[in-house]
């Protein structure tokens, strides 16, 4: 339903990865081959840190104009350098398309995005509301299924424990959505970040979840591909968790298993299994 | 904090009275002589019924563009025509500005539109928010404190009796605000019409209400001012209630007195009051 | 590079033609099969005739909201009425995406409307502004290489002689094209009205242009699928002329010929040869 | 017709001059005591270099939203740092109000803006716009009197001589306009900017121009306002170049004299004359 990206390692420039790569994200916005829709033209939001320590506050600017024609776009993320960055086109579900709609969500110095779908959250949507925690409801400033099961993940612990966190945000999500007789309530990818780490998840209710793929060093990269010169553009920490892979250069990007979570910092991926219990 | 102008009679083109008028709504969203702010430029909304007929569905067009630059804005309101329609321009007491902000707010046949506040919302909002039937509560599409009375009212059964449930509502709004200290919870001028009749209410809990105004008959006004060409394109049934008054011609306007609610259908004018008790 | 629709007949909800057809201009923003490029989401415009006769001023609306999620689209297509109206969504050659580029192009009683392409176009643009008419040059409000044609065209008397003035136009920038070593300078389709009569021109430099169909008549259409209930929402006399097809009915389009203009008025339509010389 | 502010001095936020100021550009562009409109919503611009050396490029955000509602502008303006950053808000003299009519314009490494008008600019667009130099024609992407004069500036030598550049354009205009019996055809004051130096002129064929203001050192501004929190935040180099006042610190601004270039660079500011004969 939507794309995304997010980067750890040294600062670097968002437009190297968003704009100037073969299969960007940018150039997704328009056209995804491995997207459940092709196209995500439904707003654009760019998310960074200005530097990775936690607790830092990100920026973001959020666009409802299609992302390949936002020269706001091409201008900021040239502009700017930030070694932990989130990015993400949308392909609306429902609508409406506006700002506040806009991945990544940020509360406090924490981020969130989502690739998938609370389905039927029309009829949900009370109840997850409601579940909220009271002290957090006026922060939920747009309509999405996304934010929603951002501030019930919050409420449950996010900031505490990341994964716990959104563990038992889905697990609310699916019992209330199983109440309502909807089998498979939950679908998708996500990412978090405090600034220091990237937790990225890939989960569906039905074990089919959306695409997920975390790429390779860049020395491996540099060794097996040394005549492209982009390459030489990113640090040696230079790492990144996509929706879809940004190049067609084999071996580039590994997938993320089903009901997992890669784990990124300074160091590195680690996985470790999600909600891989029935 | 905004600027509202409700009109019924022979079927018009809205840009006589919201274009074409020394002190049109579309001037006020660039200078309001009388508003709390003098800015409108948060948003502009046209409701507009086929017919007069109670039960047509009225059309919405909205932008979040100043009303003072917008073409769509002059395009549209010249090339339709109808008997009854809803214009409002937004100063937000709250961001965002985004469409599903701008009035009228439509459910079903109903239209809403509102000049005010509830104080400290974002405090309440969440109660409010519960306070709204739950088969009602996914048709809630913005943010606004405005949009939450709205189907407040239509939770106390607006539908069927639009004075009885405004009223339910407001008195709800002002317990809930009470009871977090808040002394005046509601202020405002608020509109009601179901495709026949209109309603327009002048009420706040401080008995201070922002400024509401009805024209004068047209018959009376050509005599009155039998120079002033413009009044010629109106109709003998042509009538409209305002935040503020679209000319300085004396006596073109009445104002709507306090906690009172004027009724208006195509038999004219008048007067009940609302809410008048402590 | 674009998709468009005109339509003259009975008047009709537009919103049936644009909206409410299973390949319709909305669904072709997101998706056209036969386009160029498949992707329309860079500006929407509907202009529509008030009446089918001649000098009577159409009205404009346009956006820069994709056009399959602009709610704005849905509500005015189904409020109005219109017995002669354009619509078209934008796939931009070239930035940038902002009303003044969205098509259609109006002037006096005039509308035009393109899909296609000058090529080189930012090569030529001054030689080409500088050859319209001085009176004419500041009514040029965007920076599209479609408008520049639109002001060639009425600088060679399109308003007396509209196939004619197209017709000169065109043969002007392939000349001022060649000169500077384009072999193919002019690619397209290519739509004017004056309110009561359509002039649909199929043309290319290369001859080898953007698709363009007709309708067949309604009675015919009904008589060969009776099963289809929205054809009993059309007219008898209503007739649109298309980028692409409207549904997949075997015989419901027809194909205009290369090099050829179809003039549509309230007795059907009449094919005429447009600039087949060498 | 516009507000503008030209920073130079140590990297700074732009948040800290043009959002977090008493009067700052966005509190000016609700409201502006000084401007010829109070209301400034027509579009923002904001321009920033990566460093204070000439010839590097400067990004460029623009938005046509209002600015005092626009969340990006806050966010942008405070996750930068720059040197060197020009920022604008527009109050349009003449439709139409898109992001390629927003100030400031930029020409690679080079930035101008612009407030107040050429006036009846529809009448001498077309002579001007030729005289633009034709390897520069294709570079004016929107439609403002203010762009065609930076192009005319740069035809006339603006990037080997700012100030001659500007002069001669100026020249140049007001010959046009007085053979259109225009009497005083320019009105404004103007701002370039290379990267490294400063040129703000006040200027305007009938030696009333708008009102232009430069701040005073922060070293005196401390001694006289110890008290003052927020000049602690500025380095001893800062400087800026603003339309009117930020503050209503007495001596905080000096007015910028008639016909007067004041030329910024790290050394601080110098006066010439500009245009002073007849």
Redesign the interface.
């Known amino acids: 339903m939507c794309r995304w990206l997010a980067y750890l390692g040294e600062p670097i420039q968002p437009s190297k990865l968003i704009v100037d790569t073969p299969n960007s994200l940018v150039a997704q916005s328009?056209?995804s081959p491995l997207g459940a829709q092709t196209?995500n033209?439904?707003g654009f939001g760019l998310a960074?840190y200005?530097d990775a320590t936690a607790e830092s506050t990100p920026?973001?600017?959020?666009?409802?104009?299609?992302a390949w024609?936002d020269?706001?776009v091409r201008?900021?993320s040239?502009?700017?350098e930030t070694p932990l960055f989130f990015a993400h086109v949308r392909a609306?579900t429902l609508?409406?398309?506006?700002?506040?709609n806009c991945h990544p969500f940020r509360y406090e110095s924490w981020l969130f995005m989502h690739n998938g779908v609370i389905r039927e959250f029309?009829?949900l949507?009370?109840q997850l509301?409601?579940a909220i925690a009271?002290e957090l409801?006026?922060s939920v400033?747009g309509?999405t299924d996304s934010e929603v099961l951002f501030f019930l993940a919050l409420t449950h612990g996010l900031r505490e424990d990341p994964v716990g966190g959104l563990a038992r945000a889905i697990r609310e999500v699916e019992q209330v959505g199983r109440a309502h007789g909807i089998p498979y309530p939950v679908q998708g990818t996500f990412a978090i970040s405090n600034g220091s780490t990237v937790w990225a998840f890939r989960y569906s209710s039905e074990r089919r979840s959306r695409t997920l793929f975390h790429s390779e060093d860049v020395t491996t990269l540099r060794m097996l591909y040394p005549e492209v010169e982009r390459l030489q553009g990113y640090g040696e920490q230079s790492r990144v968790i996509v929706s879809e892979p940004l190049s067609d250069l084999p071996d580039a990007f590994h997938e993320v298993p089903e009901s997992t979570v890669a784990i990124l910092d300074m160091n590195g991926y680690r996985h470790e299994p999600f909600l891989q219990e029935a």
Do not use: C, M, Y
């Open positions: 328009l056209n196209v033209g439904d960074w200005p920026a973001v600017f959020r666009s409802i104009e299609p024609h020269e706001n201008e900021l040239r502009a700017i609306a609508p409406p398309v506006q700002k506040t029309p009829r949507h009370r509301a409601l009271p409801f006026e400033r309509t």
